[in-house]
């Protein structure tokens, strides 16, 4: 069974960028799709990024296209969240999960860890 465990989030400006990780346990990690969500105070989580258990295919919706990158590396077992020109709205605790291989369905298949707080000031 895979665990995840995020970190790397903070308190940037607008315009800032910050790097989030996911640490992953138990030897099955490579072989999965690895998403990250995000949950906003009073809203539903919302789904941000997916990659494949290679590396080779991404998935991002509209609301952060063009800001935001995943990557992973299988050698350590941590896939990545490259943020760029952040704003208020990305304010929120972000998580990792595992996602069906089917990138785009937004879905989570395991279950939530603590996730990592990122806050944009304005």
């Known amino acids: 069974q895979v665990q995840l465990v995020e970190s790397g989030g903070g308190l940037v400006q607008t315009g800032g960028s910050l790097r989030l990780s996911c640490a992953a346990s138990g030897r099955t990690f490579s072989s999965v799709a690895t998403g990250w969500f995000r949950q906003a105070p009073g809203k539903e989580r919302e789904f941000v990024a997916a990659i494949n258990w290679s590396g080779t295919s991404t998935y991002y919706p509209n609301s952060v296209k063009g800001r935001f990158t995943i990557s992973r590396d299988n050698a350590t077992n941590t896939v990545y969240l490259q943020m760029n020109s952040l704003k208020p709205e990305d304010t929120a605790v972000y998580y990792c999960?595992?996602?069906?291989?089917?990138?785009?369905?937004?879905?989570?298949?395991?279950?939530w860890g603590q996730g990592t707080q990122v806050t944009v000031s304005s």
């Open positions: 999960n595992r996602v069906p291989d089917k990138l785009r369905t937004g879905l989570a298949l395991g279950s």
